[in-house]
Nanobody
Framework: QVQLVESGGGLVQPGGSLRLSCAAS????????MGWYRQAPGKGRELVAT???????NYFDSVKGRFTISRDSAKNTVYLQMSSLKPNDTAVYYC??????????????WGQGTQVTVSS
């Protein structure tokens, strides 16, 4: 069983900043990949950014240069620093993880989501 605890969402004005956190705990051997996806109203879920245990990052084009993903592997925690936020960044942001254990191998696990609203 894995638990992902997300925090940091909220309401921010255009141009503002927010920092999301996602802490993983539970019965797993390791987590290779962690990251964030988002889903805006009426749209599908899309990748925002991911980071591997070794620190290799991947970003959706529209957030490059504005968002920074980082990770504390010792704490199994991933962060998303969001700056220069725009109204079209408004979405529910979901923590994404790829934990592994000796029974199932590697599998996907999602957080419950945190709302980010960018509005004046």
């Amino acid at each position: 069983q894995v638990q992902l605890v997300e925090s940091g969402g909220g309401l921010v004005q255009p141009g503002g900043s927010l920092r999301l956190s996602c802490a993983a705990s539970g019965n797993f051997v390791s987590i290779n990949l962690m990251g964030w996806y988002r889903q805006a109203p009426g749209k599908g879920r899309e990748l925002v950014a991911t980071i591997t245990r070794s620190g290799i990052t991947n970003y959706f084009d529209s957030v490059k240069g504005r968002f920074t993903i980082s990770r504390d592997s010792a704490k199994n925690t991933v962060y998303l620093q969001m700056s220069s936020l725009k109204p079209n960044d408004t979405a529910v942001y979901y923590c994404y993880s790829r934990p592994s254990d000796y029974v199932r191998g590697e599998y996907t696990y999602w957080g419950q989501g945190t709302q980010v609203t960018v509005s004046s």
